[in-house]
């Protein structure tokens, strides 16, 4: 069996790839049995959205060399559409969901269709010019957004005759989500379409020659990014009950590229893993609030070290090649060679 | 003239940078199966050539037909799909990739367009079909690498391979989905002899295999001799010579064109 190119790793990412899947979802699913606290299952329930963030994030950047810091403006968009769909038009959760979805994946897919005419660096300055100008927009637009004072009163989301309001349903509300978009987003990383993205990254004229249209992937990938913020933020209109535009600032973007960092920016198990601990050290632990920046950079920079030190190799692979080493045993594995870490 | 007869015909076709003058002036015609070497000192053309036969370049003017349709408009990404293959002068495979992966890649599946990539990303999270498709691929990339001696390094990541094995792995990225041109950029620079013999014997057996057209780019000019059909002499941008290997070797011209060379 061949493993995948994981062309970027960190600690997390290492451990992510020890974690079988289903074995995770289900002390997730029985998780809330054992926790009581309403406030842990909202913090919890939250970021399993930033997961879904994150992930995208690894999708558009990690695999198809996207820059994208407008994560949490996509979020935005799905949040005001579906907010509006239930309060206004009276449209169900799930297909206000749906049709959330869809207008921050178009959304997304139109900023992607910008990346065709912009080179390297500049992309970066094109996303988060893109994100400020939403912020205002988020802001003004009152009819649609309810400006600075936020969207109020939106639904509480009914599914399959069940109102979600405990703290325990969103809980299950995010974690669903969660397991959907990465199910999606792992099928199209381990595709034909995951490799073209990363040839399309790695080098676009030979990408080209292989049959490959840029273009469409980049686009392609950040459809994907949209579809995913997409239903994180329905999801965050059914658990907040309100929204308003602060939650999809410029910083919140940040944290997501940075929660994706830290995961190994092509993992998106790493991603997930990353985005919970970070959310919940920084929120539930209330003394730790005011450190967030401070911890958060902190984090990204041990990962970095830690990635420069070990030239690329998964921190696991390299502390077992060790002990073996240290007790003397052959090593009859093939070296792991190192990866260059790319210069963006 | 119009159906697809896997002919290549390059008429009148000039390339200009600015001031500089790459191309001025090629006719040159490619007959199916036929294998063309081109020659020529540093900077006479021949990769521009090669870009423009390949869609990477727009010539200023002129026209190349493949299959009886203009395709000098089209992109690389287009003319792959269409069984123009290109192999670059400098390695471009992917060295964060696997051996396996890289072969896969060069299977041409249609990604080429927007709704080539939708098809094959909803292809991928919907499932089955998908799933058998790139079985059938992997494969079939397995099985090449195999009967090239590769076999026990598909697991490999290609930035740990030799250059020369490097140069050969490309060439098979390239005729995997076996093509009906293939377009090659010195194929052994910087390779030993040996291994540029290696590469010769299986160029000229997947040539004889898969029955594609074959234009070579190569400054080795014994081994383009052994190779070539027939082979074109360019300078500054323009065809000098023409001919069988014997009669360009012993052409006056291309060998005052190379004193010193
Ligand atoms: N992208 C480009 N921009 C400007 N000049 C170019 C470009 N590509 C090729 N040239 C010029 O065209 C001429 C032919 O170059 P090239 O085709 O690379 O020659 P060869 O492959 O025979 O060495 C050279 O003078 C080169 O500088
Ligand atoms: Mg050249």
Not at chain 1, 182 to 193: E, G
Request: with cysteine; charged share 15%; aromatic share 8%.
């Amino acid at each position: 069996m061949v493993t995948r190119a994981q062309p970027r790793r960190s600690a997390a990412a290492a451990l992510a790839r020890h974690a079988s899947d289903p074995a995770a979802l289900l002390l997730l699913v029985l998780l809330p049995l054992v926790v009581q606290s309403g406030f842990v299952l909202r913090v919890l329930s939250l970021s399993w959205l930033d997961a879904i963030l994150a992930m995208g994030v690894v999708v558009s950047y990690g695999y198809a060399g996207i820059p994208n810091m407008s994560q949490g403006t996509l979020y935005g968009v799905g949040a005001y559409a579906v907010a509006n769909l239930m309060s206004n038009s009276g449209f169900s959760f799930l297909l206000s969901a749906v049709i959330g979805a869809v207008i921050a994946a178009a959304i997304g897919g139109l900023l992607g269709a910008t990346a065709l005419r912009v080179r390297g660096n500049y992309w970066w300055l094109v996303t988060i010019a893109f994100t400020q100008v939403m912020f205002i927009v988020f802001n003004s637009w009152t009819a649609v957004t309810g400006g600075e004072g936020g969207f109020i009163g939106i639904p509480l989301a009914r599914i399959g005759g069940m109102t979600l309001q405990s703290f325990r349903s969103f809980y299950y509300l995010g974690l669903a989500a969660l397991a959907i978009v990465y199910v999606v987003y792992r099928r199209v990383c381990r595709s034909r379409v995951g490799s073209a993205m990363i040839a399309v990254r790695s080098d676009e004229t030979a990408a080209r020659g292989l049959g490959i249209s840029p273009g469409a992937i980049k686009i392609a990938s950040m459809v994907l990014a949209g579809f995913g913020a997409g239903i994180a933020g329905a999801c965050l209109d059914s658990i907040t009950g309100y929204i308003d535009a602060q939650t999809f600032s410029l910083t919140f973007s940040f944290n997501m590229m940075l929660f994706a960092i830290v995961g190994g920016i092509a993992s998106l198990r790493g991603a997930i893993i990353a985005s919970v601990a970070l959310t919940y050290v920084t929120t539930e632990v209330t003394s730790l609030v005011n450190y967030q920046f401070f911890i958060f950079g902190g984090t990204v920079l041990v990962a970095l070290l830690v990635r420069l030190y070990l030239g690329g190799r998964s921190p696991v692979t390299e502390l077992r090649r060790r002990w073996r080493r240290a007790r003397g045993a052959g090593d009859a594995t093939v070296e792991e060679p190192a990866v260059e870490v790319v210069a963006e | 003239m119009s159906e697809p007869d896997g002919r290549l015909v390059c008429t009148d076709v000039k390339l200009r940078f600015g001031g500089i003058v790459a191309l001025d002036g090629v006719h040159m015609t490619v007959e199916p199966r036929e294998v063309v070497g081109i020659i020529g000192p540093n900077g006479s053309g021949k990769t521009s050539l090669i870009n423009v036969l390949s869609g990477y370049y727009r010539p200023t003017s002129g026209s190349v037909v493949f299959d009886g349709r203009r395709i000098d408009r089209h992109r690389p990404q287009e003319l792959r799909r269409r069984g123009i293959a290109r192999v670059f002068q400098n390695l471009r495979l992917y060295n964060g990739l696997t051996v396996l992966e890289n072969m896969e890649l060069g299977l041409v599946q249609d990604m080429s367009s927007a709704l080539g990539v939708v098809r094959a990303t909803c292809g991928s999270i919907v499932g089955r079909r998908q799933t058998k498709l790139r079985g059938t691929a992997r494969e079939r990339a397995s099985a090449l690498l195999s009967e090239n001696g590769f076999g026990a390094l598909a697991a490999i990541r290609v930035g740990s391979l030799s250059y020369g094995q490097r140069k050969e792995l490309e060439l098979l990225r390239a005729i995997i989905e076996p093509p009906r041109l293939l377009l090659l950029d010195e194929p052994t620079s910087g390779v030993a002899h040996s291994d540029a013999d290696v590469i010769k014997e299986r160029l000229l057996a997947w040539q004889a295999q898969f029955g594609f057209a074959v234009v070579i780019v190569e400054h080795r000019l014994g081994w383009l001799f052994d190779v070539a059909h027939r082979v074109v002499a360019l300078s500054s941008g323009t065809l000098l010579a023409e001919g069988s290997p014997e009669e360009v070797a012993a052409d006056p011209v291309v060998r005052s064109a190379y004193v010193g060379s």
